[in-house]
Structures are given as C-alpha cells and as structure tokens.
C-alpha cells in the first residue's frame, strides 16, 4: 500500500521559492499517478498539479511556469518545486495518488513579507 509524507513547507518572503517532498514508503511511487494539492485558509481543497507515470505533467494555471514537479525514483520521492511565490500561494500543501481519499497532514506553505 502507497503512503505518502509531505514535507518541506515554510515561510517564504514574495518572490521567493521553496521545494516541497513528497516521500513514498510501501511501493514504488513511479508507476502511480500523484497530485500535489492545496488548502487556503477559509477555502477549499483545490487541485494543484499531477505527475503521470510516464513522466507527463499538468498544472493547474494558477501556477502554470511558475510551479514544478518531478521525481526522484532513487529515493522514491516526488517534489513540488515553487518558484517566484505570491501570497495566493499560502495554504497547508498534500501530496496524493490519484483516486485515494486517504490524506496525510500535509506542509504549511506561508508567502508573506
């Protein structure tokens, strides 16, 4: 059975970026489709992106050239690379495979100056 940790979240000034995990344990993330998603204060869960098996992406485009994700099959991990950071992106961050209601305690991302 897949499980799924998120980490990496912090606080980060506008403009700025972080790097987001997503460490599988149980199986080998590569041949799961994975979603990063995202809670905001006082707001729904929205979707934020997704990582295929094969390698395919897609974004949501709210974040589209600014958000990245990728894999690292080595250490069974998957990332959420952030880039140029706005304060719409503040929310707890979770990492999911596709079509499981089972979610972890996510990562706190803050964008504030």
């Known amino acids: 059975q897949l499980q799924l940790v998120e980490s990496g979240g912090g606080l980060v000034q506008p403009g700025g970026s972080l790097r987001l995990s997503c460490q599988a344990s149980?199986?080998?993330?590569?041949?799961?489709?994975i979603g990063w998603f995202r809670q905001a204060p006082g707001k729904a869960r929205e979707w934020v992106a997704t990582l295929w098996p094969g390698g395919a992406t897609i974004y949501t485009p709210a974040v589209q050239g600014r958000f990245t994700v990728s894999r690292d099959e080595a250490k069974n991990t998957m990332f959420l690379q952030m880039n140029s950071l706005k304060p719409e992106d503040t929310g707890v961050y979770y990492c999911?495979?596709?079509?499981?209601?089972?979610w972890g305690q996510g990562t706190q991302v803050t964008v504030s100056s």
């Open positions: 149980g199986v080998n993330l590569k041949y799961y489709a």
């Open positions: 999911l495979e596709a079509g499981s209601t089972t």
